[in-house]
């Protein structure tokens, strides 16, 4: 089992950035760069919605249609670590932000629906107001 830790959440201006982090650890965590990594969010009263993903490798991403150009997803495998860089937010950007992990034989497949991730973190708060 993979542990995922969010951080860098919290209250913004709409128009502001954000850098959200997740870092993976676990007893019985192999290497993170065994891991295709994604973000979603959950919005109150919503279901969870497809943010971002990238690759074992880094090379490939995909994003979700509202996100693009404003969303960034990278990693640092060395540190374990997978980033979601957000600029230009909207009110409609605030819910929670989960980090999820697909261990993947696949070194440039990225996943963008919830049933591909077996790991997830417990979420941060990202609040934009207008």
């Known amino acids: 089992q993979v542990q995922l830790v969010e951080s860098g959440g919290g209250l913004v201006q709409a128009g502001g950035s954000l850098r959200l982090s997740c870092v993976a650890s676990g007893r019985t965590f192999s290497t993170f760069s065994s891991y295709a990594m994604g973000w979603f969010r959950q919005a109150p009263g919503k279901g969870r919605e497809f943010v971002a993903a990238?690759?074992?490798?880094?090379?490939?991403?995909a994003y979700g249609d509202s996100v693009k150009g404003r969303f960034t997803i990278s990693r640092d495998n060395a540190k374990n670590t997978v980033f979601l860089q957000m600029n230009s937010l909207k009110p409609e950007d605030t819910a929670v932000y989960y980090c999820?992990?697909?261990?993947?034989?696949?070194?440039?497949?990225?996943?963008?629906?919830?049933?591909?991730?077996?790991?997830w973190g417990q979420g941060t708060q990202v609040t934009v107001s207008s």
């Open positions: 990238i690759s074992r490798s880094g090379v490939n991403t």
């Open positions: 999820a992990a697909a261990l993947s034989g696949y070194t440039g497949l990225v996943y963008s629906r919830n049933r591909e991730y077996d790991n």
